[in-house]
């Protein structure tokens, strides 16, 4: 008959063992040995079936983990878990004023917005109509850092080059 059990092994394993340690707690209650005064076939029975006969380093680790004191093993910190770092990939349309508007300029001065968790990406010129054309640039930002508000007045705030901003794409990274 076996049973099947999902989760980690060595804890199934532990699991199992306590339960057979428990029993033989019971039986060793008053007595060094099973048989008695001195160690007998019993014992080294016993022994393997909890221990198992290869498992020299799992019971290596029992036997240090009990040489800690209770208290000492509850005061033990639950390793930190990795910040997981919240990222957007954001493509934007930037218009400018007109067609006469130095679109390098523009791009230039955009690129020049300097904001910690920001990083400027490709770009290319996209015709809208009548001889204008807009900035469409990729970027990418650090979500606590950066919010959409920071950009958008960054951006808009180059004036002389700058009529209007979209946010064509905005996705999670």
């Known amino acids: 008959y076996q049973r099947r059990v999902h989760g980690n092994p060595l804890i199934l394993c532990l699991k199992m063992s306590l339960a057979i340690s428990a029993d033989l707690n019971k039986k060793l209650e008053g007595k060094n040995f ?4 001195n160690p007998g076939d019993a014992d080294r029975t016993a022994f393997q079936e909890l221990v198992g006969k290869d498992n020299v380093h799992l019971w290596r680790w029992i036997k240090h983990m009990c040489s800690f004191t209770k208290a000492e093993r509850e005061a033990w910190e ?3 878990k990795a910040a997981v770092v919240g990222k957007s990939s954001i493509i934007l349309d930037i218009k400018p004023w007109d067609d006469e508007t130095d679109l390098q300029a523009m791009e230039n001065a955009v690129r020049g917005i300097v904001i910690e968790g920001l990083h400027w990406g490709a ?3 996209v015709p809208v109509a009548f001889g204008v054309k807009k900035l469409q640039i990729m970027l ?3 979500d606590d850092l950066v919010s959409s508000d920071d950009i958008e007045e960054a951006v808009t705030g180059i004036e002389d080059y700058v009529q209007s901003m979209d946010v064509v794409a905005w996705n999670k990274v």
């Open 123 to 125: 770009s290319k010129l």
């Open 140 to 142: 990418t930002i650090i």
């Open 34 to 37: 099973l048989a008695g005064r």
């Open 78 to 80: 639950a390793p930190e």
